[in-house]
């Protein structure tokens, strides 16, 4: 199953996310089989945010994985909306 996770910065949170993004890539690396897409939200040359889309069993499963993100167990987060999603059109995830 698949689901889109919209994670929303702390203001003024860029140099937690700068200095956390090694340990979150080894971590999305390490996913890579569940992590299907991702990237950040920039606004005025800044990350923001993340988008991922996860395969996972269902709710409970991408909700624990997105609780192991580095980003998350560093609290940068303001804001994780997690929906389910389902591809239409594009690449096969």
Do not use: N
Not at 11 to 35: G, I, N
Not at 40 to 54: E, N
Not at 70 to 93: H, M
């Amino acid at each position: 199953m698949l689901f889109l996770a919209l994670c929303y910065d702390k203001p003024d949170h860029v140099d937690l996310r700068l200095s956390t993004r090694p340990a979150h890539l080894a971590f999305l690396d390490k996913h890579a089989a569940q992590v299907k897409l991702g990237g950040p939200f920039i606004v005025a040359d800044k990350p923001v945010g993340s988008m991922l889309i996860l395969d996972c069993a269902d709710e409970s499963a991408a909700r624990a994985l997105l609780a192991e993100d580095p980003y998350a167990q560093a609290e940068l987060f303001e804001q994780v909306e997690l929906r389910v999603w389902k591809r239409v059109v594009g690449a096969e995830l």
